[in-house]
């Protein structure tokens, strides 16, 4: 068998195999309140995932394994497994967040952007977008305190995210370049590659309509933005992201988090539209 027929036939066992690699969600328990790895605090309210009691002991990285099928995934760290990521509550990266070497953040706040993240804090952040379901955008995807799961394919990785409007998003790992004229979104045009173990995120073409975080860093459409997940070990994973935004901030500012692994539990549907109580309580002083 030659041709075309012979080429689909390859091409669905390929994928086939892909996605039974992919990991399969355990069963679902209680959440925890806004813990980081190792059940520390992080950040405060609400939380969803694994208890810390419930928790083994951090062991080494869990890896892929070598196979062509998975492609630029092939034996790299497992950013998944049976189970889910404990996202913690991120408010306010400044305060919650730390500097690549684990100092304070200072955030280089343009004249203009800091009147706005002022005005912000003093109406106590009635006009968060999150709070009317918009999604949350990029880095505050990995700060909303609902779990998340990913998943690594041949050419691709897809973030699955319970909460921040229920979305998924898309990292394109096949070499692409972004488009020289995106149109603005929510979540940006992402592209990724691997350095040694860490997987970096290139993201720009950002629409203006969401916040940083909670407390009301903002940006704009020139929303350039770098992030680092690294798996330090099994229940562990580290995301550093890069603002980059000339309207907003005099220079680039790093920040660092963590989201700590939930083994054996699986996201819920979530819809924030259904029933949304946060509105009512939006009323800035």
Not at 250 to 267: H, R
Request: glycine letters at 12%; hydrophobic letters at 35%.
């Amino acid at each position: 068998m030659t041709g075309p027929v012979l080429s689909k036939m390859l091409s669905a066992t390929a994928v086939f195999t892909v996605l039974s690699l992919m990991p399969v969600p355990g069963a679902a328990q209680e959440a925890p309140q806004g813990q980081a790895p190792g059940g520390a605090a992080q950040g405060q309210g609400r939380g969803r995932g694994g208890r810390g009691g419930n928790r083994p002991p951090a062991g080494p990285t869990p890896r892929l394994p070598e196979n062509p099928l998975l492609g630029i995934n092939s034996g790299k760290p497992d950013f998944g497994g049976k189970g889910m990521w404990q996202v913690p509550y991120i408010i306010d990266m400044q305060k919650q967040g730390k500097t690549p070497e684990g100092g304070t953040i200072e955030v280089p706040f343009t004249a203009d952007a800091k009147k706005t993240f002022d005005y912000r804090t003093q109406t106590n952040s009635k006009d968060d977008p999150e709070g009317f379901c918009l999604p949350p955008g990029v880095p505050r995807m990995m700060y909303t305190p609902y779990p998340a799961q990913i998943y690594q394919m041949a050419d691709r990785i897809l973030f699955i995210f319970e909460g921040g409007a229920h979305v998924w998003r898309l990292i394109w790992m096949d070499g692409r370049q972004h488009p020289k004229d995106p149109n603005p979104t929510f979540l940006g045009d992402a592209i990724g590659h691997w350095e040694g173990d860490t997987l970096v995120v290139d993201t720009v073409g950002f629409n203006d309509r969401t916040w940083l975080d909670a407390a009301g860093h903002g940006h704009g459409e020139k929303l350039h933005v770098i992030e680092r997940f690294t798996r330090t070990d099994s229940n562990t994973l580290r995301l550093e992201a890069t603002i980059e935004d000339p309207d907003f901030y005099t220079k680039p500012w790093t920040v660092v988090t963590t989201a700590t692994w939930a083994p054996g539990q699986e996201l819920l549907e979530y819809i924030c539209q259904e029933n949304n109580r946060d509105v009512q309580h939006l009323v800035g002083k």
